[in-house]
């Protein structure tokens, strides 16, 4: 549902739950008084987050993402990486090489058991935002399995990045003191417009 709307809907509401409770305090109906308050009391919560919210459309999967976030909010990410500038074919390029215990990846592997393809953007996004980058929208598939090129093997590209076009690199990253090997970003490079 559209923000606006649901405002003016809550707001109507509002008004409503506050007739009610100076209704009900006015012919002291005391055993309607604690429901009465505690219905404007989150109408009024209600209110206050549509208010705030900066999503154009208020859905369940945005009011449950809000309060995960809220309640439940991520450990910042503690990334080390290295930063290079420079130009190649005449275009700009910036890249970040991460080291041995890069970012995690969420992959899936595919239907042919060749390619693994990004399933998840959001540990991507952290390292992005991290970084002072611009977010990715979605998930992309092994650059390889588009190509068909064995050179394409652990590579992903976003074609409608916002900068321009971002590539990511992926390696295996062994973390010794937890005994645990994971798929990581080796790197991220970001070719200009």
Same mark, same amino acid.
């Given at each position: 549902?559209?923000?606006?709307?649901?405002?003016?809907?809550?707001?109507?509401?509002?008004?409503?739950?506050?007739?009610?409770?100076?209704?009900?305090?006015?012919?002291?109906?005391?055993?309607?008084?604690?429901?009465?308050?505690?219905?404007?009391?989150?109408?009024?919560?209600?209110?206050?987050? #549509?208010?705030?919210?900066?999503?154009?459309?208020?859905?369940?999967?945005?009011?449950?993402?809000?309060?995960?976030?809220?309640?439940?909010?991520?450990?910042?990410?503690?990334?080390?990486?290295?930063?290079?500038?420079?130009?190649?074919?005449?275009?700009?390029? #910036?890249?970040?090489?991460?080291?041995? /215990?890069?970012?995690?990846?969420?992959?899936? /592997?595919?239907?042919?058991?060749?390619?693994?393809?990004?399933?998840? #953007?959001?540990?991507?996004?952290?390292? /992005?935002?991290?970084?002072?980058?611009?977010?990715?929208?979605?998930?992309?598939?092994?650059?390889?399995?588009?190509?068909?090129?064995?050179?394409?093997?652990?590579?992903?590209?976003?074609?409608?990045?916002?900068?321009?076009?971002?590539?990511?690199?992926?390696?295996?990253?062994?973390?010794?003191?937890?005994?645990?090997?994971?798929?990581?970003?080796?790197?991220?490079?970001?070719?200009?417009?």
């Amino acid at each position: 549902m559209e923000a606006s709307t649901l405002k003016i809907i809550i707001l109507i509401l509002v008004g409503l739950a506050a007739i009610w409770v100076i209704r009900v305090f006015a012919k002291r109906e005391w055993e309607n008084a604690f429901r009465s308050a505690i219905l404007l009391i989150l109408l009024l919560g209600a209110f206050f987050y #549509v208010e705030r919210s900066k999503a154009e459309k208020i859905t369940w999967g945005v009011i449950k993402e809000d309060f995960k976030r809220t309640f439940f909010p991520e450990k910042p990410i503690q990334v080390t990486f290295t930063k290079h500038e420079g130009v190649q074919g005449g275009q700009r390029y #910036v890249r970040y090489y991460f080291g041995d /215990l890069g970012p995690k990846l969420s992959l899936t /592997l595919d239907s042919t058991q060749q390619y693994f393809h990004i399933k998840d #953007v959001h540990p991507i996004n952290r390292v /992005l935002e991290h970084l002072g980058l611009e977010r990715v929208r979605n998930p992309v598939p092994e650059l390889a399995s588009v190509t068909g090129s064995r050179n394409d093997l652990n590579l992903y590209r976003w074609d409608d990045y916002p900068l321009g076009t971002l590539i990511l690199e992926r390696q295996i990253c062994q973390d010794r003191d937890k005994l645990e090997s994971y798929a990581c970003i080796a790197s991220i490079t970001i070719f200009y417009r």
